[in-house]
């Protein structure tokens, strides 16, 4: 079993910055890629960035050249850097992990099994 915390979520204007964190514990070993997903009020769930053990980073076409996704291996942590931050990326954001055998299927949006409680994230206009 892996459990996740994520943690960094708030309220912030429209241009803030707020950085995500997403520690990791348990059987670490059995779990290869991580990543961030983000469900915004009356919508389905969205992939937002993800990142494998050996650093190969993706991101959804709304974030990307915006948000950065990191990892720290010493501390079992990935992290989520937004800055500019937008309304629209207003959202409860969920860290997810998992052994994924299909890095191309996870990119896609086909979560591992494990999941974080998630973290809200409110941006004002």
């Known amino acids: 079993q892996v459990q996740l915390v994520e943690s960094g979520g708030g309220l912030v204007q429209a241009g803030g910055s707020l950085r995500l964190s997403c520690a990791a514990s348990?059987?670490?070993?059995?779990?290869?890629?991580m990543g961030w997903y983000r469900r915004a009020p009356g919508k389905q769930r969205e992939l937002v960035a993800t990142i494998t053990n050996g650093r190969t980073t993706n991101y959804a076409d709304s974030v990307k050249g915006r948000f950065t996704i990191s990892r720290d291996n010493a501390k079992n942590t990935i992290y989520l850097q937004m800055p500019s931050l937008k309304p629209e990326d207003t959202a409860v954001y969920y860290c997810n992990a998992g052994y994924v055998t299909s890095y191309s299927d996870y990119i896609k949006g086909v979560p591992g099994i494990y999941w974080g409680q998630g973290t809200q994230v409110t941006v004002s206009s």
């Open positions: 348990g059987s670490i070993f059995s779990i290869n890629a």
